[in-house]
Structure formats: structure tokens, C-alpha cells
């Protein structure tokens, strides 16, 4: 009798680690959620491609991250209950598990969050350029939005024991990519944002003057660092400031 004790006293200890890590699991989603909720979370989140694919899942980004959370807290129980009961050579087993667990539990948050914060910065980035009236813009908050996903990825793999030297090897050909091709596409963009730099310290012309630059002619509306907007008859002309600065610009005195 006292040997079948013994031989069910794992057990019983290794049900009622479980129990408890479920029990403890769902307190900690569900006050996470709490937390996340009015740290205003739901509302940073709002609108971002991340959350609208969530809530087509009849989720949240909230709720993805509370039951990652509660999910990390189970996964710990069931290893322990699994190492209380014996039911595998669990030194080595644990051991292992112990390290690799935390790990992809940082992963999958770093890449939660890494798609949270690329979201977010191509809506802020394009929102901020919206009134720029040049071709390359549009694909800014494309190259925003995947190099902070790029960096995520990077830190994701970093944590799951991706070797540092190839990941920082990658990054740099990642970088110089961006550059290059970045200074050979956006040469007139990168033009216009200097001469309007130029144009705005030393103001040759100011809103309310009449000018006249290459073929248009009107009323200067407004001057910011990328285009000049000017207005005649009702039609407004948004002038790229490299056009300004190449073609000059000529003030109609009466």
C-alpha cells in the first residue's frame, strides 16, 4: 500500500501543479488585458493592418497578447507537471526547455509588437507626407513599415539562438541596400527637399506674392520643404521645389 502511494503521489502533485497553472494562466490573461486596455493599448492599435486582420478573427490585438501571456503561463505548468510525474528523462529535457521557452515567448512578442509599431509608423509616415505631390513618396511608408518589420524579425531570430554575426551581416546589406537604391530613386525627391531648405532660409518669395515659375503663374499659397503651391483663376499648381530651384522663379510686381 505504501508503495502505490508512492507511485501516486507524483501523480496527484503533478495534477495539481497543472490545475494551478491553469487557474494562475487565465488570472494573469485576463489581467494583462486589464492592463493593456488602460494603458490604451486598444486605442494605439486602432486602425492598424495588424488589428483589422484581429478583429476579422474576432479577436484583438489586446486579447492576442493577453492569451500569449496566459499560453506561456500553461506551457510552464505542463513542463513542471511533466517533470514532477516523470514521465520523461527530463534533466537534459528540462534543462533545455527552460531556456528555449522564455525565448519564443519573447520572440512571438517582439513580432506582435513589431507589426503593431510598423503599422503604425506607415500610417504616420503617410499621413506626414500626404501633402507632398511627388511619385517616389508613396512608397516611403512601404520602406518604413518593412524595415521596422525587418529589425523585429531580426530581434525575434536573435532570441531563438540565430547566429548574431549572419543577422548583423544581413542587416548591413539590408541598410546599404536601402540606401542605394534609395538615393537612386528618390534623387528628385532627395533635390526638392534641399531646395526647399534652401528656399525656405533664404525666402526669395513669400504666401501672398505673385510669382511665376516655367509656365504657371499665380498666387503663393504655400511654401513647405518638397513643393510650392500656388493658385490663379481658381486652380491651384503644386510645384516641385527642384522645378524651383532649376526653371527659377520670377515676382510679378504691379
Known sequence: MDWQALVDEPAIIATAVLALGVVVGYLVGKLNKELLTAAGVADAVEGTPFERTAQSLN????????????????????LTAIHIAQLLDTDAFWERVTVFIPQVFIAVLVMIVGFIIADKSELVVSEYLRGVKLPEVTVLPKVVKYSVLFVALIIALAQVGVHVVALMILLTVYAAGIVLVGAYAFKDFLVSSAAGIYLLLNQPYSIGDEVRIGEQTGIVQEVDVFVTKIESDSEEYIVPNRKVFEEGVVRVRE
Do not use: D, K, N, Q
Open 59 to 78: 479577436t484583438s490585438t489586446v486579447e492576442i497578447v493577453a492569451r500569449l501571456s496566459s499560453w506561456f503561463i500553461y506551457g510552464i505548468a505542463i
